[in-house]
């Protein structure tokens, strides 16, 4: 740790403290009661809550875990000790049904002392405050010792944390440092003792355990996993605040917490809470409920506090690490990460619930982060520096619609937002229809959910070309989605399907890529599926058509097919069949069989393997589906709302078997929690039920598709990606690539040729047609000619005719 400064003084106490570096670090539960953060941007500080105690806490970005926990420890010194967290029972409720305060009331057994706290954060400055009222027997609770044992993990790591003890004003602090980040713990009532310890070796938790008696002062812990712990006192009439503030720099953190403890508990929450009165959520989605609203108004809240407060409009999937008490420093990502994906739903709900300023922002800082080709990276920090590198199709077209819903809307203000659609809408030119990994980001190839997003972020491009002048291109973008939407069945379904007795025709998860094409395998060509996440010696590959999700019914969800099409009807029965899990809480579905991404069956964490668990978020999704199919949606809305926990956190994934080692069946497993998408499928959902419409619905793509019917392309479409081997006799071979060409082709053997120059089409590239008739046959030959190079390809390629 740095030097501190003259104004403070190192309290220097029985000196460093024993057992460096301390034990290897790990995260702490996933399982969220609660996330909590100030509504003002000001307040760069975002705090999680479970098992009655303060988690992770983030700072300066939403995606910068700063400790593991903090939490008390009680002791009367002689009979008794009790760690917080593990020893005593909690009650959980907001202070205010529209903030995000808590207050949890944690008891003794026993039934002889209670500590009432209320957390929340400053509301202008980096800084959690965790208000404390002690209750109880009289002559116990002059007994009674409470200290504040807290884990700092900065910069987003166990390792390497310096910890230090030192006096400020009068009154001693614990800090913590870590790079450039600091780290300052007070009392409003001071500490009387403080100690520095390395976790496992000489921290507090082990030392009050031994004898019930607070024996090591340790004046620091440099470089190391560590703890800080003082012992609060003396209390005043048994109420005392806990300061956690933040800065770059120990004097930054110091200054800005001694400052917030300056000012009494109770100025803060009344700010706080008026803050959050002003992001009202809208009672009309609460009609809907099952519950007067209460999920819905903590939904609306915890899609808003995942936005950060530096890069404004920036949503992270989930404050949270899956599974983090098994996971340590070489864990970076968490779900505090940015997928487009999430992001993109996140934006959606605040539509749905009427905060269109909002979704612009989020618009904005995803055209901020476009990478120059028109795609984004798989996640990425919220600085945008990228986590995961992976494409994903569905990504890239997400952003499209959440730009055409805000066009539609009058909500671009003076943003313009057709550079950044024309961009994107060229990257799903150039390598649709395969994906690198399709929404479970685990497999390459031709996904029903991720092609639907694909065609309706394609017609979203297209209305906004034509509006923009550029009816060239809204009509090559129309086309492209027709050639795709001409192919889902050939590309998505089998007609041998082994999972149902009396459904052979049904869509698969995802078929793999054929050989020659993006992303195949070395067993291409057997359609073979190799998943990940199995356990030790289970099977790992399967047939594309022994494997199935509910992805198909996004096609549903944007207008691509009807509700009552025979091929969803029949498809939804096996999903059942294999996916669907009644719980005592509602049904609920798992991801896809054979899915090995959850919780062990065991009830072990996942750790590269395990078994997949059923996700809440996919209620919604039925439910939306029931929706345009025209049936009750109240049970699916009441099944969500029972998933939730007592803070109102869906989870992303729930334990679905019986009970078993604390576990409880319909309970969360240890997944993200909350997972935002869950929490904006659920304000969609209550929005779709009061339009009786699915408010995702998009009517250009429902016009074109799901009202008509399956559209016959007359395109086949070659990419130097993806060339094609036939065609149809009378349709039109149309070569698209990114740069200007010249072909030259020939329909007999060379003995006479054809010459065309391409069309360049902006960032979806260039593009030549090659007519065939309807009465030909044979074989179509071309290469050729890069004209921005001047070169030859210097091979020719084949395209068989028939008929």
């Not at 000196?15 to 996330?35: H, I």
């Not at 780290?183 to 520095?196: E, H």
């Not at 404050?319 to 487009?340: C, E, F, M, N, R």
């Not at 349709?731 to 030259?744: E, Q, Y």
Request: contains cysteine.
């Amino acid at each position: 740790m740095t030097e501190v400064a003259p104004q403070y003084r190192w309290i220097e106490g029985h000196g460093a403290a024993f057992g460096a570096p301390g034990l290897e670090p790990r995260w702490t539960s996933s399982a969220k009661d609660a996330v909590g953060t100030a509504y003002a941007a000001s307040s760069r500080v975002w705090f999680t809550l479970s098992h009655g105690t303060l988690n992770e806490i983030y700072y300066p970005t939403i995606d910068r875990p700063q400790i593991r926990d903090m939490e008390f420890l009680i002791t009367d010194g002689e009979t008794f000790f009790h760690e917080e967290k593990r020893a005593l029972e909690h009650t959980f409720e907001y202070i205010e049904s529209d903030a995000l305060a808590v207050r949890i009331t944690s008891r003794d057994p026993e039934g002889r002392y209670q500590l009432v706290k209320e957390i929340i954060s400053d509301p202008h400055y980096p800084v959690v405050l965790k208000h404390a009222r002690l209750e109880g027997d009289p002559e116990l609770l002059k007994r009674l010792r409470i200290y504040a044992l807290l884990a700092p993990h900065l910069d987003g790591g166990g390792s390497g944390n310096c910890g230090r003890a030192v006096e400020v004003a009068g009154k001693k602090v614990l800090v913590a440092q870590k790079g450039q980040t600091s780290l300052a713990m007070a009392a409003s009532c001071g500490f009387t003792r403080v100690s520095c310890g390395y976790v496992g070796m000489s921290d507090g938790w082990r030392d009050l355990q031994d004898n019930y008696q607070m024996d090591w002062e340790f004046g620091s812990a440099p470089d190391g996993n560590i703890a800080l712990m003082g012992e609060i006192g003396p209390i005043t009439n048994g109420e005392f605040t806990i300061a956690i503030g933040f800065g770059e720099g120990l004097h930054a953190a110091l200054s800005t917490t001694m400052g917030s403890l300056s000012v009494h508990f109770s100025s803060h929450l009344k700010r706080y809470i008026e803050q959050w009165g002003r992001a009202a959520s809208p009672a009309a989605l609460g009609v809907m409920s099952n519950d007067n609203g209460r999920l819905m108004q903590v939904s609306h809240n915890i899609v808003l506090a995942h936005e950060d407060k530096t890069y404004a409009g920036a949503f992270i999937a989930s404050a949270s690490i899956p599974w983090g008490y098994a996971k340590g420093d070489d864990d970076l990502g968490g779900y505090h990460l940015v997928w487009t994906r999430d992001m993109v739903q996140s934006a959606t709900a605040l539509l749905a619930c009427g905060r269109v300023e909002t979704a612009r922002r989020a618009l904005v800082y995803l055209a901020c982060t476009q990478k120059p080709d028109g795609g984004f990276a798989q996640n990425f920090w919220i600085n945008g520096t990228p986590y995961w590198t992976g494409i994903q199709l569905d990504e890239v077209a997400f952003p499209i619609m959440l730009a055409w819903r805000l066009w539609k809307l009058g909500g671009l203000g003076d943003f313009d937002v057709y550079p950044f659609v024309e961009r994107a809408a060229g990257f799903l030119v150039r390598y649709a229809p395969v994906t690198q990994q399709e929404r479970w980001e685990e497999n390459s190839g031709y996904s029903p959910s991720t092609l639907a997003a694909v065609i309706a972020g394609l017609i979203c491009a297209s209305e906004l070309a034509h509006a923009h002048d550029s009816s060239e291109l809204g009509h090559f973008l129309e086309e492209q989605a027709d050639w795709i939407e001409s192919h889902l069945e050939d590309w998505t379904v089998t007609n041998e399907g082994v999972l149902h007795p009396d459904v052979k025709r049904h869509y698969m998860r995802i078929k793999p890529p054929e050989c020659g094409e993006p992303y195949a395998h070395e067993d291409c060509g057997k359609q073979l599926l190799r998943l990940n996440n199995r356990g030790p010696g289970e099977r790992y590959e399967y047939e594309a058509r022994e494997v199935i999700d509910a992805g198909f019914l996004e096609l549903v969800r944007y207008g691509v097919r009807r509700a009552d099409d025979p091929l969803i009807v029949d498809s939804l029965k096996v999903v059942d069949k294999l996916l669907k899990i009644e719980t005592p809480k509602g049904p609920c579905w798992r991801r896809y069989n054979h899915d090995g991404y959850g919780q062990r069956k065991d009830g072990g964490p996942f750790q590269g393997w395990g078994q997949g668990r059923a996700w809440p978020l996919l209620v919604g999704e039925r439910a939306h589906y029931e929706l345009a199919a025209g049936r009750d949606v109240r049970p699916f809305i009441a099944a969500m709302e029972r998933f939730a926990s007592a803070g109102g956190m869906l989870p992303e994934q729930i334990w679905d078997e019986p009970d078993k080692d604390g576990l409880e069946f319909g309970g969360p497993a240890g997944s993200a929690m909350p997972l935002v998408w869950a929490h904006s499928e659920y304000l969609k959902l209550l929005r779709s039920a009061a339009d009786n419409r699915v408010f995702d619905s998009i009517e250009p793509v429902e016009a074109r598709y799901a009202r008509v019917g399956r559209r016959e392309s007359p395109l086949e479409i070659f990419k130097m990606r993806r060339p094609v081997r036939r065609i149809t006799a009378g349709k039109t071979l149309r070569i698209a690539v990114h740069s200007p060409f010249r072909v030259v082709w020939t329909a007999d053997d060379w003995k006479t040729q054809q010459t065309m120059e391409s069309k360049q089409l902006s960032h979806a590239g260039s593009y030549a047609d090659i007519p065939t008739a309807k009465e030909q046959t044979g074989q179509l030959s071309f290469t050729l000619f890069w004209t921005g190079e001047n070169r030859w390809e210097g091979r020719n390629f084949e395209v068989l005719i028939e008929n």
